[in-house]
């Protein structure tokens, strides 16, 4: 396995304590998401379930690597998810998100990227949609760690 | 005295239900241990608060906590063996954290009032042999600032908003509201005299007032606003947001005009 290259690519397995796996082991986790669909693309930002709501913009592997992300992260909240690596058309992303703010007036937006270098890009496209609305909203970054560990919590 | 004393403790759970000022008053030596966890309760005008409530606020590891515990027990309890009770905490504790943004324009806003504050010793000094004409308009300014940003503006948006996310009837938002008053008083008194020219109650009640909101001051942005960021919601972060901004766009061009006045008044 090489050393260098894109951290967002490199190979890696983790260990994992099956003491502190086992306990999950067989019991249903009940799912929060509240909506359909979720990709950014997809999504339409005057959706009902939009309207003031609090939004988690979540980098697509966050899910995966966050045990607790339905019950911590997307309880209460609307989502859509988006890769700022492999996605393409951003721009829409950008008009999208700003939709959000300036039409849908939600209450908060929290960006949910993984500690990867390339996962910051899905900050840098709120951040530039949240300049381009006229209102504003508070804008929260949590940056998830590779095994699933909160690495950071900031307000933008 | 306050109405739930009972400072004749069993325990310590007993202990952390009592008024912090009852057990301060009754036991001196516990002032002095809970200035080792960093809490100045000793110097509060109030002091109302519970000892668990004071604890919590600080948000102190659960080593920090036990050796707290343990030092108040050996000045309540001498000699004797008792065990320490641990206090409801919460799951994640990412340590000092960012405090969100309308909090954070809260403390802006202190940083504003702190700079007249610090222009309370100088006027006082100017002032001690009486009011001139130049003086008299500083002086009218400089509780202008205060009764309308630091109150009307500031203060409305804590009162107002910002408590109201909260317990109402909790002690902690209690004594900050008391403390708003007892300013308030200070600047009535203070404006009484500048009308009736006595110079020397006007300083007393100026210098008394500058006093106070330093020491409240230094308790919100230190121990109270943190208190809140972790306690508040990703969802009532909005809201607050939202709910500030209507009071930032009614009173903006105010506001505006109170930081120019601070700034001529900072000129001399």
Same mark, same amino acid.
């Given at each position: ?10 190979? #890696? ?27 950014? @693309? ?13 939004? !988690?913009?979540?980098?697509? %592997? ?18 859509? +998810? ?29 960006? #949910? ?6 996962? /910051? ?19 929260? %970054? ?5 095994? &699933? ?8 | ?45 109030? &002091? ?9 606020? @600080? ?29 409801? $905490? ?25 700079? !007249? ?24 300014? !400089?509780?202008?600032? +205060?009764?309308?940003?630091?109150? $009307? ?18 002690? +902690? ?12 008083? @200070? ?15 006007? +300083? ?25 960021? /972790? ?38």
């Amino acid at each position: 396995m090489s050393q260098c290259g894109c951290p967002g690519s490199q190979t #890696m397995a983790f260990k994992r304590d099956e003491a502190t796996t086992a306990t999950d082991s067989g019991v249903a986790v009940k799912s929060q998401l509240a909506q359909w669909p979720v990709q950014l @693309h997809l999504i339409n930002p005057m959706a009902p379930y939009f309207q003031g709501a609090d939004v !988690v913009l979540t980098a697509d %592997c966050v899910a995966y690597a966050l045990g607790n992300y339905h019950s911590n992260y997307l309880k209460g909240k609307s989502i859509a +998810i988006a890769c700022p690596k492999l996605d393409s058309e951003q721009e829409e992303y950008v008009e999208k998100i700003k939709s959000w703010i300036d039409d849908a007036k939600i209450n908060t937006l929290t960006v #949910m990227i993984m500690q990867v270098p390339c996962c /910051r890009g899905l900050m840098g496209v709120a951040q530039r949609a949240a300049e381009q609305a006229t209102r504003k909203v508070p804008i929260k %970054c949590v940056i998830v760690g590779l095994q &699933g560990d909160i690495i950071g919590e900031s307000w933008a | 005295m306050t109405s739930n004393s009972k400072l004749n403790p069993e325990n310590m759970t007993d202990v952390l239900g009592l008024y912090i000022k009852d057990v301060i008053d009754a036991y001196p030596a516990v002032g002095a241990v809970l200035a080792t966890a960093g809490i100045g309760c000793v110097t509060c005008n109030v &002091g109302t608060c519970l000892i668990k409530d004071v604890v919590s606020i @600080h948000n102190l590891t659960e080593a920090q906590e036990q050796s707290l515990f343990a030092g108040i027990a050996s000045v309540v309890f001498p000699g004797r063996t008792v065990s320490l009770p641990k206090t409801e $905490r919460k799951a994640q504790n990412l340590g000092v954290q960012q405090l969100s943004p309308p909090l954070q324009a809260l403390v802006n806003e202190h940083t504003n009032i702190k700079r !007249v504050l610090t222009l309370i010793p100088a006027l006082s000094e100017r002032i001690q042999k009486g009011f001139d004409a130049q003086s008299r308009q500083i002086c009218t300014q !400089v509780l202008s600032f +205060i009764r309308e940003y630091a109150d $009307r503006f500031h203060h409305a948006k804590e009162e107002d908003i910002l408590f109201k996310f909260f317990d109402s009837g909790s002690d +902690i938002i209690g004594v900050m509201c008391k403390e708003h008053e007892i300013g308030r008083n @200070h600047v009535r008194a203070a404006l009484a005299a500048l009308e009736q020219n006595d110079a020397t109650t006007f +300083i007393e009640q100026l210098q008394a007032y500058g006093l106070l909101l330093t020491e409240h001051i230094r308790k919100e942005d230190e121990i109270l606003y943190p208190w809140m960021n /972790r306690e508040l919601s990703d969802s009532q972060v909005g809201k607050l947001f939202s709910k500030f901004g209507a009071v930032d766009e009614e009173f903006g061009a105010k506001a505006k005009q109170y930081l120019g006045m601070m700034e001529t008044l900072e000129k001399g």
